[in-house]
């Protein structure tokens, strides 16, 4: 077992150095730096537990005990600087940190006037100054630790319409890996209140030491979050920065754009005479930010002009126009000696996988399907 904490917290510790000193990181890049610290800390303080330095050591008592309100806001925020383009932490978001800041403002006093012996005789259960206040922390960290994950993947929900309205590609910049953690560490949460309520509130005696069960699964959420954030691409990286993300929208919701009708009609007119002669789709990371300044548009009036006048998102909108250039080139005879793939990636797609799906969904069919048609 010290082979999984010691792994655990050199871990830690390692990614946190390795995304502080990530090339071009930004702020989700910051946060889940200092959550991965904060789980390093939370593991190695429990491991001094386990290896009983906390008898010989009295003073390490309580030293993190607010540690486990941290992990739902910090996890709430790296989802919310992940979905928007925010460049710094403002004071609001500061808040999400207030129980955890009461916690050990309350614990002052027993963190400087108790004894050596005090604290020493608290832990052991001897002293029950706390117990009270203990089970008040305990209760919060369940309530925490259930509702932040659901807050997280709440905002989720809106990720796919955010990246389908701004990007004609989702590769690298996916976050199902993020939902998947979210999954994760709400259902930790979960167990961890279903087992103190079974050992702490009904006396139920479980027969091994469940405390190991949950920091093992910590190490492996580490691993996997640490991994995954360090391969993650900031959706607003690449010059796309805040001026140019439109948040989706409803056609109800642009009567007050002030774009009046023949106006969105000329631009639309624009917008089909630049896609057909210059072609930009063939671009594969094409994002609305670029297509609005070589057009001379906003972003918001070209996100309003694609979506009522074509009906579709700006991803739907100019996978659209890579389909039919792929159907052009794969009608060429000069062509036929090139591949699917080969072809694919002439039309602006950037990946195979992304190539089938996108087709499929425009013909009703597979690349091979329509091939073997066309060749019929």
């Given at each position: 077992m010290d082979a999984v904490f010691i792994i655990g917290i050199f871990l830690s510790f390692f990614l946190f150095l390795l995304l502080?000193?990530?090339?071009?990181?930004?702020?989700?890049?910051?946060?889940?730096?200092?959550?991965?610290?904060?789980?390093?800390?939370?593991?190695?303080?429990?491991?001094?537990?386990?290896?009983?330095?906390?008898?010989?050591?009295?003073?390490?008592?309580?030293?993190?005990?607010?540690?486990p309100l941290l992990h739902g806001p910090l996890l709430y925020l790296y989802t919310l600087f992940s979905l928007r383009p925010q460049s710094r932490i403002r004071y609001r978001n500061y808040l999400h940190f207030v129980p955890a800041a009461l916690v050990y403002i309350y614990l002052s006093r027993f963190y400087f006037f108790y004894s050596a012996e005090q604290k020493?005789?608290?832990?052991?259960?001897?002293?029950?100054?706390?117990?009270?206040?203990?089970?008040?922390?305990?209760?919060?960290?369940?309530?925490?630790?259930?509702?932040?994950?659901?807050?997280?993947?709440?905002?989720?929900?809106?990720?796919?319409?955010?990246?389908?309205?701004?990007?004609?590609?989702?590769?690298?910049?996916?976050?199902?890996?993020?939902?998947?953690?979210?999954?994760?560490?709400?259902?930790?949460?979960?167990?961890?209140?279903?087992?103190?309520?079974l050992r702490d509130g009904l006396g139920y005696e479980f027969g091994f030491n469940v405390d190991l069960v949950f920091y093992s699964m910590i190490v492996l959420f580490i691993?996997?979050?640490?991994?995954?954030?360090?391969?993650?691409?900031?959706?607003?990286?690449?010059?796309?920065g805040e001026e140019s993300i439109v948040e989706p929208k409803t056609p109800g919701e642009y009567k007050n754009s002030g774009l009046d009708s023949e106006k969105a009609f000329q631009f639309h007119q624009e917008l089909l005479k630049y896609m057909k002669d210059q072609k930009p789709f063939l671009e594969p990371k094409l994002t609305l930010g670029n297509l609005s300044q070589s057009l001379g548009l906003s972003a918001?009036?070209?996100?309003?002009?694609?979506?009522?006048?074509?009906?579709?998102?700006?991803?739907?909108?100019?996978?659209k126009h890579r389909v039919e250039e792929f159907k052009k080139l794969a009608a060429d005879p000069y062509l036929k000696h090139f591949n699917i793939l080969a072809l694919a990636l002439d039309a602006g797609f950037n990946s195979k996988s992304s190539f089938n799906m996108v087709f499929k969904k425009h013909e009703g069919q597979t690349p091979s399907q329509f091939i073997n048609e066309f060749n019929a």
């Open positions: 502080l000193r990530k090339k071009g990181k930004s702020l989700p890049d910051k946060v889940l730096a200092w959550w991965i610290l904060v789980m390093g800390l939370h593991l190695l303080s429990y491991y001094l537990y386990y290896l009983d330095f906390w008898t010989r050591y009295p003073h390490l008592v309580g030293v993190t005990a607010p540690f020493a005789l608290l832990d052991m259960g001897a002293i029950d100054d706390f117990a009270v206040f203990t089970n008040l922390v305990l209760a919060s960290f369940v309530i925490s630790g259930i509702t932040y994950p659901v807050m997280a993947y709440r905002l989720m929900g809106n990720y796919r319409k955010l990246i389908d309205a701004n990007f004609s590609y989702d590769e690298r910049i996916s976050l199902n890996w993020l939902k998947y953690s979210i999954w994760w560490i709400g259902l930790l949460f979960l167990i961890v209140a279903v087992v103190t309520l691993f996997g979050l640490g991994y995954s954030g360090i391969r993650h691409r900031d959706i607003f990286s690449d010059n796309t918001n009036h070209l996100s309003q002009v694609i979506n009522q006048y074509e009906g579709v998102n700006f991803h739907d909108f100019v996978n």
